[in-house]
């Protein structure tokens, strides 16, 4: 979702570092970019371009821009088309600003400031807040003044950042709901949306809290408060590891170099919670409570993350005896959920920052429930507010369509169950090392699928890649996995596809199932094959397209009549979500690079979902 990035320099030309900070907000997801800088003279000039980053550069080779401060934006669109006009920055003579995030209350504000005369050039929310500053500087106010004073109208989510005319050393940042970083290096201090923005300029950075303003001059950056009362937050050191290994290493597509990262993924999330010895899984020291000791777990996430959260009700409830009731952030706080008295509410996030899930988070710190964060960015909002937090190791994941994070967050969860289960005293002897030793093997078990890629980009051609629509079906924990593999499929090719438990296919969906339909079927032999091999007899009759993915003994069983088969090494059925993840998100790759659609950045996505 929108991107932000300022900068100043001290006396270089900062358009080349905005247009970089822009560069490393592009997984984000955008359909519009724009800088604005500040001229020798001390005069705003700004370029706006519809479309990539790439067309804005294009604008900038025909009407080259330089200064020595400058702001940028890259603009997922909520309020107005992704058109150049409403493209950030939004500007008038006397500032220009970038926003991510909603601003509630525009319609009246703008009412209000159209009543004094000013003339919107947008169809955004965001214009308002340029405007309401612009009024207050030509009534004599200060940058600062006039920004504070605009701030305490505003209502809603925002991350903003001011460039003001004729202020060459000045840049102001404000933060409400949506994020914004500090970087500190030795050039001063710029702001950003996030830590992979501000990294090529810092070794050190920190973030606002909500209702934050931080006034950047001087190389300094002095934060306050909604009251105005200056505060420090927390400056840690940026992690060397994010200027590191940024590029695509050779693949085609950030997606299947981080769907190849997974072997390494998995082992590295692994270790964090296994104890020297490897025969024990615990969760960190400094949890300030024990996850089993909970009579029940709330599990809250959205999108690929929730359905990391449905395999982790399977394993947590099957191993734990543990009941796990898991939501939809969107929904969750709408519907006046019972929380269990003292119970533990996890949130599931790669990104740390997904607007619904921190405000579920938040919904549950107020009403006393402990609170554990399952992210992928450490020092997001998710991680900072949560009472503790597990870290998956995914490092950075560029692709819009989560992969390695997925795989990660399932690595946790089944660490999670293992460990909570044993706490209980539920596990038999040996059997904990059992299941550790079974999460051990997994990397090499996704190795070797990956080293089938090929194979599987055969029937990503052959079979997926012409059709309109497809199913996929799946039981127990396949299930989820049967979703996350349609949203996989539908996110970057845009093939319409729907996930069912198998089960339900007769309650409705097998109306769809034709000649034309590839329907996958993922079918461990677990004790559901024989169930799963009945589904899959009743789609054969209606002449579906089978995809069966399984191993060679299930293939074995269903006989002959595949549209194809993907054979799988047979895997003990604790494992088989992270297994099959492969697969499935191999399948979705592979369509995207034959019909030629984006894998990386499909249209209308936005990575980092910072608004409701
Ligand atoms: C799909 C995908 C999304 C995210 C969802 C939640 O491939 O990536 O569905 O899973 O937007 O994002 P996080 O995990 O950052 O909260």
Same mark, same amino acid.
């Given at each position: 979702?929108?991107?932000?990035?300022?900068?100043?320099?001290?006396?270089?030309?900062?358009?080349?570092?905005?247009?970089?900070?822009?560069?490393?907000?592009?997984?984000?997801?955008?359909?519009?970019?724009?800088?604005?800088?500040? !001229?020798?003279?001390?005069?705003?000039?700004?370029?706006?371009?519809?479309?990539?980053?790439?067309?804005?550069?294009?604008?900038?080779?025909?009407?080259?821009?330089?200064?020595?401060?400058?702001?940028?934006?890259?603009?997922?669109?909520?309020?107005?088309?992704?058109?150049?006009?409403?493209?950030?920055?939004?500007?008038?003579?006397?500032?220009?600003?970038?926003?991510?995030?909603?601003?509630?209350?525009?319609?009246?504000?703008?009412?209000?400031?159209?009543?004094?005369?000013?003339?919107?050039?947008?169809?955004?929310?965001?214009?308002?807040?340029?405007?309401?500053?612009?009024?207050?500087?030509?009534?004599?106010?200060?940058?600062?003044?006039?920004?504070?004073?605009?701030?305490?109208?505003?209502?809603?989510?925002?991350?903003?950042?001011?460039?003001?005319?004729?202020?060459?050393?000045?840049?102001?940042?404000?933060?409400?709901?949506?994020?914004?970083?500090?970087?500190?290096?030795?050039?001063?201090?710029?702001?950003?949306?996030?830590?992979?923005?501000?990294?090529?300029?810092?070794?050190?950075?920190?973030?606002?809290?909500? !209702?934050?303003?931080?006034?950047?001059?001087?190389?300094?950056?002095?934060?306050?408060?909604?009251?105005? !009362?200056?505060?420090?937050?927390?400056?840690?050191?940026?992690?060397?590891?994010?200027?590191?290994?940024?590029?695509?290493?050779?693949?085609?597509?950030?997606?299947?170099?981080?769907?190849?990262?997974?072997?390494?993924?998995?082992?590295?999330?692994?270790?964090?919670?296994?104890?020297?010895?490897?025969?024990?899984?615990?969760?960190?020291?400094?949890?300030?409570?024990?996850?089993?000791?909970?009579?029940?777990?709330?599990?809250?996430?959205?999108?690929?993350?929730?359905?990391?959260?449905?395999?982790?009700?399977?394993?947590?409830?099957?191993?734990?005896?543990?009941?796990?009731?898991? !939501?939809?952030?969107?929904?969750?706080?709408?519907?006046?959920?019972?929380?269990?008295?003292?119970?533990?509410?996890?949130?599931?996030?790669?990104?740390?920052?997904?607007?619904?899930?921190?405000?579920?988070?938040?919904?549950? *710190?107020?009403?006393?429930?402990?609170?554990?964060?399952?992210?992928?960015?450490?020092?997001?909002?998710?991680?900072?507010?949560?009472?503790?937090?597990?870290?998956?190791?995914?490092?950075?994941?560029?692709?819009?369509?989560?992969?390695?994070?997925?795989?990660?967050?399932?690595?946790?969860?089944?660490?999670?169950?293992?460990?909570?289960?044993?706490?209980?005293?539920?596990?038999?002897?040996?059997?904990?090392?059992?299941?550790?030793?079974?999460?051990?093997?997994?990397?090499?078990?996704?190795?070797?699928?990956?080293?089938?890629?090929?194979?599987?980009?055969?029937?990503?051609?052959?079979?997926?890649?012409?059709?309109?629509?497809?199913?996929?079906?799946?039981?127990?924990?396949?299930?989820?996995?049967?979703?996350?593999?349609?949203?996989?499929?539908?996110?970057?090719?845009?093939?319409?596809?729907?996930?069912?438990?198998?089960?339900?296919?007769?309650?409705?969906?097998?109306?769809?199932?034709?000649?034309?339909?590839?329907?996958?079927?993922?079918?461990?032999?677990?004790?559901?094959?024989?169930?799963?091999?009945?589904?899959?007899?009743?789609?054969?009759?209606?002449?579906? *397209?089978?995809?069966?993915?399984?191993?060679?003994?299930?293939?074995?069983?269903?006989?002959?009549?595949?549209?194809?088969?993907?054979?799988?090494?047979?895997?003990?059925?604790?494992?088989?979500?992270?297994?099959?993840?492969?697969?499935?998100?191999?399948?979705?790759?592979?369509?995207?690079?034959?019909?030629?659609?984006?894998?990386?950045?499909?249209?209308?996505?936005?990575?980092?979902?910072?608004?409701?």
């Amino acid at each position: 979702m929108c991107g932000i990035i300022g900068i100043l320099g001290k006396k270089n030309n900062v358009v080349p570092n905005v247009l970089e900070g822009l560069r490393l907000l592009e997984y984000r997801g955008y359909d519009s970019a724009g800088i604005a800088v500040l !001229d020798d003279q001390g005069r705003i000039s700004r370029l706006r371009s519809s479309g990539k980053l790439t067309a804005l550069e294009g604008r900038l080779r025909e009407t080259p821009l330089s200064g020595r401060a400058a702001i940028g934006h890259t603009r997922w669109a909520t309020h107005g088309a992704a058109t150049e006009a409403n493209a950030h920055p939004h500007m008038t003579e006397r500032a220009a600003m970038v926003h991510n995030g909603i601003i509630e209350n525009y319609q009246e504000l703008k009412a209000g400031l159209e009543a004094q005369g000013h003339v919107f050039e947008s169809q955004t929310d965001s214009e308002v807040a340029v405007r309401l500053v612009s009024q207050g500087l030509s009534e004599g106010k200060s940058p600062e003044e006039a920004t504070r004073e605009a701030l305490l109208r505003l209502e809603g989510a925002f991350a903003l950042v001011f460039l003001f005319a004729g202020e060459p050393d000045l840049l102001i940042g404000a933060r409400r709901g949506s994020p914004l970083a500090i970087g500190y290096g030795p050039t001063g201090a710029c702001l950003g949306s996030d830590a992979l923005a501000v990294g090529p300029l810092s070794d050190r950075i920190s973030y606002l809290d909500d !209702d934050d303003w931080v006034v950047v001059r001087g190389g300094e950056a002095v934060i306050r408060n909604r009251a105005g !009362d200056r505060v420090g937050r927390p400056v840690k050191r940026l992690d060397p590891s994010l200027r590191f290994n940024l590029g695509k290493s050779g693949y085609q597509h950030y997606m299947q170099k981080e769907i190849f990262e997974q072997p390494q993924v998995t082992g590295d999330t692994l270790k964090t919670l296994l104890e020297p010895s490897g025969g024990r899984l615990t969760l960190p020291e400094d949890l300030p409570f024990r996850v089993s000791d909970a009579e029940r777990l709330n599990v809250v996430a959205c999108g690929t993350s929730f359905y990391a959260a449905m395999v982790g009700k399977y394993w947590i409830e099957a191993l734990a005896r543990l009941p796990v009731d898991v !939501d939809v952030a969107s929904e969750f706080r709408y519907r006046d959920p019972v929380l269990a008295p003292k119970g533990v509410s996890v949130f599931i996030s790669q990104s740390g920052e997904t607007a619904d899930t921190l405000a579920a988070l938040r919904y549950c *710190r107020e009403r006393g429930q402990k609170t554990l964060g399952i992210v992928n960015v450490k020092d997001s909002s998710i991680d900072r507010e949560s009472d503790g937090s597990l870290l998956t190791m995914a490092g950075p994941e560029f692709g819009v369509a989560s992969t390695k994070s997925f795989t990660a967050q399932l690595t946790l969860l089944a660490a999670l169950a293992i460990n909570i289960a044993s706490e209980r005293g539920l596990l038999a002897t040996g059997e904990e090392a059992r299941l550790i030793r079974l999460l051990l093997e997994v990397p090499a078990m996704m190795a070797e699928i990956l080293s089938r890629s090929e194979e599987i980009a055969l029937v990503s051609r052959d079979i997926l890649a012409g059709s309109r629509d497809a199913l996929f079906l799946g039981r127990g924990p396949g299930y989820p996995l049967a979703l996350e593999g349609a949203l996989k499929l539908k996110e970057i090719t845009y093939i319409h596809a729907e996930g069912y438990a198998a089960g339900e296919i007769k309650h409705g969906p097998i109306a769809l199932v034709d000649k034309d339909v590839p329907v996958v079927v993922l079918a461990p032999t677990d004790a559901l094959f024989p169930k799963i091999a009945s589904n899959l007899e009743e789609v054969r009759a209606r002449e579906g *397209r089978i995809v069966f993915v399984g191993d060679q003994k299930g293939l074995e069983k269903v006989g002959k009549g595949l549209a194809a088969g993907l054979v799988i090494p047979p895997v003990d059925p604790f494992v088989v979500p992270l297994i099959y993840a492969i697969p499935v998100q191999l399948l979705a790759y592979h369509t995207a690079v034959f019909k030629g659609t984006d894998a990386d950045q499909p249209r209308n996505l936005a990575k980092s979902v910072t608004v409701e």
